[in-house]
């Protein structure tokens, strides 16, 4: 997800290598010093996606735990700040973080403009990136060495919801799309219009929105001209929470409501039962997903937190928990001993059988496809959803835009 324009990345150093502002504590296993790993998660805890930040922290504390806090004879030292969602503070913690601190890995952010400013900053300081934003330009044209990339590629997410909707609602082809008019919002329509064509749907029209909007209504009112099949919102956040209640209103019981990368539980719980009800979503992780990986980790989080771990949650734990994996299997701690393992390193994770794209650096993995339970057919206050679908079909080599020498 995406909220502020690129920033030039001359800036951007700038403003990290500058800035003196005090940083927000999270967990830590140890003094930084002889014998320690510093690892970070740098995320947003304060502003729009301020949810976010704790629960990422609490998945990667979980990953850290289940090695009794040390690697290979380290002592992790886990530090959590606080990246506001702005990309020059997002710096600024994170140079911070290295100077002070020694930070050497780290992950958290839902921001794609904060993330890929971040990846700047990795990249002169040799420290590595687990990254989880929604721009394909992470491992598209401005790749790096030392960033990696947990979430599904955007075209991975859009093809296995489209594939759904084709498959299972063959006679809905047009689609209109509400796009946030931001990083995130565009790679969605790009891959919108990549799958749409693949899979002979049709695409009517499109309007953009910027972030923050709350008032639907009139793009809602010039979709509904072009007579679609299905609405298609390309949006995140509190953003599409508005579009959805906004859309309800119009009772308009023709037109099936699509989002691809719109709603994560959290937003979901926001809505009325009879909203979410038949909605179709596009999601990074849901907490059924079947694999002794997943169950385990589950029933971990449920005991410690008396709540279903979501995406951030889940997030933070899988993308800790392959690092130090390739940590043991590096047998180093070393940044540049770890990323060259991870380089097409096939592993078991949350979501089964999983490796890494030796040259993108794309975690290669599924991408699901969920339908919203009406409120009589929910088992208890997590059983939002059933798992309808799953896709894994790769961006197609010749889109990719990543030209880091192997």
């Known amino acids: 997800m995406d909220f502020q324009p690129d920033l030039s990345r001359r800036a951007l150093l700038k403003a990290g290598l500058a800035a003196a502002g005090s940083s927000l504590a999270g967990l830590s296993w140890a003094q930084d010093g002889a014998g320690t790993l510093t690892m970070g998660v740098i995320s947003q805890n304060t502003g729009t996606f301020a949810y976010t930040g704790p629960l990422v922290l609490k998945g990667a504390q979980m990953a850290v735990e289940e090695r009794g806090g040390t690697i290979l004879g380290h002592k992790i030292n886990l530090i959590s700040r606080d990246d506001e969602g702005k990309p020059a503070v997002g710096v600024r913690r994170l140079t911070e973080a290295v100077a002070s601190d020694k930070l050497r890995y780290f992950g958290g952010n839902f921001s794609s403009a904060v993330g890929l400013a971040e ?20 491992t598209g044209a401005r790749c790096s060495p030392y960033t990696f990339q947990w979430s599904c590629h955007a075209y991975t997410a859009l093809r296995a919801t489209l594939e759904y909707v084709k498959q299972h609602m063959p006679d809905k082809k047009k689609i209109y ?13 790009h891959y919108t219009e ?6 002979d749907l049709e695409l009517v029209g499109n309007a953009n929105h910027p972030s923050g909007e709350r008032q639907f209504t009139q793009y809602f009112t010039r979709a509904f001209s072009t007579r679609p099949d299905i609405i298609l919102l390309l949006t995140s956040g509190a953003d599409a929470v508005s579009a959805v209640r906004q859309f309800h209103s119009f009772g308009v019981k023709q037109v099936q409501l699509v989002g691809p990368w719109t709603l994560e539980v959290e937003q979901m719980k926001e809505l009325s039962a009879s909203m979410r009800a038949g909605m179709i979503l596009g999601l990074n992780y849901y907490h059924t997903i079947d694999t002794p990986v997943n169950k385990a980790f589950v029933a971990r989080y449920m005991k410690a937190h008396r709540s279903a771990p979501s995406y951030a949650s889940a997030y933070g734990y899988d993308s800790f928990r392959t690092l130090l994996l ?48 009406a409120e009589q ?23 990719n835009e990543c030209k880091r020498a192997a």
Do not use: W
């Open 119 to 138: 990846l700047e900053v990795a990249r002169q300081e040799k420290v590595l990136q687990y990254a989880a934003g929604g721009s394909e330009d992470f």
């Open 177 to 189: 799309t509400i796009t946030a008019d931001y990083v995130f919002g565009q790679s969605l329509l």
């Open 194 to 199: 990549v799958a749409a064509k693949e899979l």
């Open 326 to 373: 390739a940590m043991e299997r590096a047998n180093s701690v070393e940044v540049e001993a770890v990323a060259k393992t991870l380089e097409g390193m096939s592993f078991d994770s949350i979501f089964g059988a999983t490796s890494i794209d030796a040259h993108t650096h794309q975690t290669v993995r599924p991408y699901y496809v969920i339908q919203c339970k």
């Open 377 to 399: 057919d929910m088992a208890d206050e997590f059983d939002l959803a059933t798992i309808v679908a799953t896709g894994e079909k790769p961006q197609p080599a010749e889109l």
